[in-house]
């Protein structure tokens, strides 16, 4: 048999979410696909697909490694035999476009600004295990958006990461670069499928032992939908006029707004919105900013079974933000000051004055595409740099920590133009109405 493939590149791709490892991956708790008829319909259909398409992706890392235990004994140079005690470490790193909040509500965060963004991976529910994601691979040459995976499904290829624990999310944005989002997942268990249409799960379930025939019921199947370039919307009252296209495409590092309070102890920085949605620059240039929210997780093992039941998340949780400037201004401050001084909420916010929304099936024009808020942030390092022939910078850093499920004062909050429950709300890209 000749290989028809001589390698992978990143047209042929495309990258998948669900959000319950060892459950239905169809609605109304749809066991199966037979007939693959369900492949293609929407999430929020009558049995509904709910492995969902990840987009404006911009790479994809997944690795693991297999933790063997020697077993070994005196008067035996070699060993005796070798062992599994613990779950493999399987890896999944991507980074994609920061746009409207979608792939955010896909991979199950809050994006509606009012609960904390990260809730529901930190407080589980009681038989949590996980989510699944899916790398589709295509044919060589071909795009794999637009593509009927139904055509020759046996030239398709499937990767499963099975149990998937949320370990760190990071927003990045900078001068010059298109601002970017980046999500790690910890997982239990990776599978590779030939086809796309009523596979097995690759999750595991430790209720099975590793010793039966199946690791999970032989009735939970997933089919993987046809890859699209972006997210399709509704045409709606008031558009009759407008060119429609599917979704944000990307932010620019222009469209961005961002609120330190001119909490910095020496270098002034930016300060406040006006109520048209621009901001009083202060003194210090932002170039980037970066925040970062590591989970650290625990394996939760018990005795009768050879697999970890479930990961808890460690607390306490501490997003750190990086802000960097050119220096202005210097202000009048010091240390004798910062003591009085109480946490503050950092804001970020992502305009896109080009796109329209749908409040009450009519088109009105919102230029906020996503708001970022890290509540009850406190200054811990600024870093002066200043050398011969360029600009002086300054380096500031923040903490905060994610408070319980309850605390609206503390943590990561996200609001994203995407939020309408089950259906996202961008419709069109074109001129702006006044």
């Not at 909040?101 to 295990?129: M, S």
């Not at 270098?267 to 650290?296: C, K, M, T, W």
């Amino acid at each position: 048999m000749i290989n028809k493939r001589s390698r992978v590149t990143h047209q042929t791709e495309a990258l998948y979410f669900a959000p319950n490892a060892t459950g239905f991956h169809f609605g109304n708790d749809t066991a199966q696909d037979t007939s693959c008829s369900l492949r293609n319909l929407h999430a929020t259909g009558c049995s509904g697909n709910l492995v969902r398409q990840l987009h404006r992706v911009q790479a994809v890392d997944f690795n693991y490694k297999i933790n063997w235990t020697n077993v070994d004994q005196f008067g035996q140079g070699e060993r005796l035999d070798f062992m599994m005690l613990t779950t493999p470490d399987v890896n999944i790193d991507f980074e994609y476009l920061l746009a409207d909040g979608y792939n955010e509500q896909i991979l199950q965060f809050i994006v509606d600004g009012k609960h904390p963004a990260l809730r529901d991976h930190i407080y589980h529910e009681e038989k949590n295990l996980g989510s699944n994601f899916f790398m589709l691979t295509t044919d060589d040459a071909y795009n794999a958006v637009g593509t009927d995976l139904s055509k020759k499904p046996e030239t398709k290829r499937v990767v499963g990461i099975g149990n998937a624990f949320l370990s760190q999310y990071a927003i990045m944005a900078e001068v010059d670069s298109l601002p970017r989002a980046r999500a790690s997942f910890e997982a239990f268990n990776v599978r590779s499928y030939t086809g796309i249409c009523n596979l097995p799960l690759p999750s595991i379930n430790p209720m099975y032992d590793c010793m039966k025939s199946e690791l999970l019921p032989s009735d939970l199947r997933f089919s993987i939908p046809d890859p699209e370039q972006g997210i399709l919307y509704e045409k709606v009252s008031g558009m009759e006029d407008i060119y429609i296209k599917p979704g944000t495409t990307a932010l620019r590092p222009g469209d961005i707004r961002i609120d330190l309070q001119n909490r910095g102890l020496t270098a002034e920085q930016l300060s406040g919105f006006d109520h048209q949605g621009s901001y009083n620059r202060g003194a210090a240039s932002i170039q980037g900013f970066a925040i970062n929210v590591p989970f650290g997780n625990t394996r939760m093992h018990r005795v009768g079974t050879n697999l970890e039941w479930t990961r808890s998340v460690n607390f306490p949780i501490n997003i750190e933000v990086q802000v960097d400037a050119i220096v202005g201004e210097l202000k009048k401050g010091g240390f004798s000051e910062e003591y009085c001084k109480q946490p503050f909420d950092i804001k970020i916010i992502l305009h896109d004055c080009r796109c329209l929304v749908d409040c009450c099936k009519v088109a009105i024009q919102k230029k906020q595409n996503m708001t970022i808020e890290v509540r009850g942030a406190t200054l811990t390092n600024e870093d002066m740099i200043s050398n011969i022939g360029e600009n002086k910078e300054v380096s500031l850093k923040f903490t905060a920590q994610v408070g319980s499920e309850d605390d609206l004062s503390n943590g990561l909050f996200i609001s994203g133009k995407s939020f309408i429950p089950d259906k996202p709300n961008i419709l069109a890209w074109g001129v702006p109405l006044f």
